[in-house]
């Protein structure tokens, strides 16, 4: 793997198939004053790629690479950073506030505009959310080096088969005339600290299972139940949807505040062709009208904690159906799970009143 890292001439190929969530969208141009040149995501994931193998290849110091001129190494910093820019200016033109990754500012031998060149403030994460998708990066990054798309694929066949985790919820709706339970197999919060010592993932999801939940949901990977699982994770690249599905997820979270739309529709393919459903998150009315707007939703989540700040209110779930909103979801025969927060049976009363068909509960049933 290292080795072949290593080849120059063989990168393009391999973070093509390590990053296909980079690869085959398609942009729109975005009109932007800051930004002069349009570079797709494309050419970053090789270029990301292609310095990060190098670097950590050096480190080592176990295998000679070809080097690649300074020049060279420049001219590519210098285009991955005005894509970064232009990233995050698609991202909160659609209203999102969360940054992928630090702001790196300009490097060294950047001559573009001189407000570039001033503009490296803002290292540190701005809220709890922002610095969790930051580490997740990194981390995400890190595993893709060792495995990457290519051989999760291979994965693929040999995982359990997909198991409908809509049709569950809908037929635990049905059949109780209640919301169907996602519930939720976590160790710990960063708002709480450790819910439960002597953490038995497993012994945990039996006793859900058995105690009728519809779907479970795991902050973990690695576990196989009866039920639908949902891999709740902090998705920023397609990477590990294909990682979920191998470990043998039956659906995953994708979470507007951090996704734009563009990789939300993308990421939404990738789920249907490998079977998985898409729990996609929101929680305000900006981010639910942006996943209205996106053909084939099945499953929305309204989460009454906002995950910048940790503020829980239940009555979010109930604000963003009202009206037209909750109509169009009727229309659309969309499920919504009301996420977080729900303690006691006037909690679920009051979300399915709202038009909730499914809840998820992890801190109640711990
Ligand atoms: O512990 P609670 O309040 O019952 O919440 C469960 C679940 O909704 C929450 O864990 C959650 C909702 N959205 C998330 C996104 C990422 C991680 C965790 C979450």
New binding site residues.
């Given amino acids: 793997m290292e080795s072949v890292m290593s080849v120059r001439a063989a990168a393009p190929r391999v973070s093509f198939r390590a990053a296909p969530s980079q690869t085959h969208r398609h942009v729109p141009k975005f009109p932007t004053s800051r930004c002069s040149i349009f570079i797709p995501r494309a050419p970053l994931a090789y270029r990301r790629g292609y310095i990060r193998a190098q670097q950590s290849e050096s480190k080592d110091g176990s295998t000679t690479l070809s080097p690649v001129n300074e020049s060279e190494g420049n001219a590519l910093k210098i285009k991955e950073w005005e894509v970064e820019n232009f990233q995050d200016e698609v991202a909160a033109s659609q209203g999102i506030k969360i940054r992928r990754r630090p702001p790196t500012g300009p490097p060294l031998h950047y001559v573009g505009p001189f407000e570039f060149r001033i503009e490296n403030e803002g290292n540190t994460p701005r809220n709890i959310l922002e610095e969790i998708i930051w580490n997740k990066d990194k981390e995400v990054a890190r595993m893709k080096e060792r495995r990457p798309v290519y051989m999760l694929k291979k994965g693929l066949e040999s995982a359990p088969p997909a198991r409908d985790f809509v049709g569950a919820l809908k037929a635990s709706n049905l059949r109780t005339g209640l919301p169907g339970l996602i519930a ?1 197999v ?1 160790k710990a ?1 960063p708002s709480r600290g450790v819910l439960r010592e002597n953490f038995d993932p497993v012994e945990i999801a039996q006793a859900y299972e058995k105690g009728g939940a519809a779907c479970l949901s795991v ?1 973990t990977d690695e576990k196989y139940f009866q039920c639908p699982l949902l891999c ?1 994770e ?1 998705i920023v690249d397609a990477w590990q949807i294909y990682y979920a599905r191998i470990k043998g997820a039956d659906a995953v ?1 994708l ?1 507007a505040a951090v996704l734009p739309d563009l990789d939300i529709r993308y990421m939404t393919k990738i789920c249907k062709m490998l079977g998985l459903a898409t729990l996609i ?1 929101v929680h305000n009315e900006r981010e639910m009208d942006r996943v209205l707007g996106i053909e084939g939703v099945e499953l929305i ?1 309204i ?1 009454n ?1 906002d ?1 910048e700040t940790f503020e829980v209110d239940i009555s979010n779930t109930k604000k963003l159906l009202e009206g037209k909103r909750g109509q169009m979801i009727r229309e659309k025969d969309i499920i919504v799970v009301g ?4 303690f006691t049976p006037d909690d679920i009363a009051y979300v399915q009143e709202s038009g909730v068909r499914a809840v ?5 049933l711990t």
């Fill in positions: 939720e976590k919060s902050l709740k902090f979270l979470i998150e989540g989460n904690r995950l996420e977080s927060g729900l998820s509960c992890a801190s109640s």
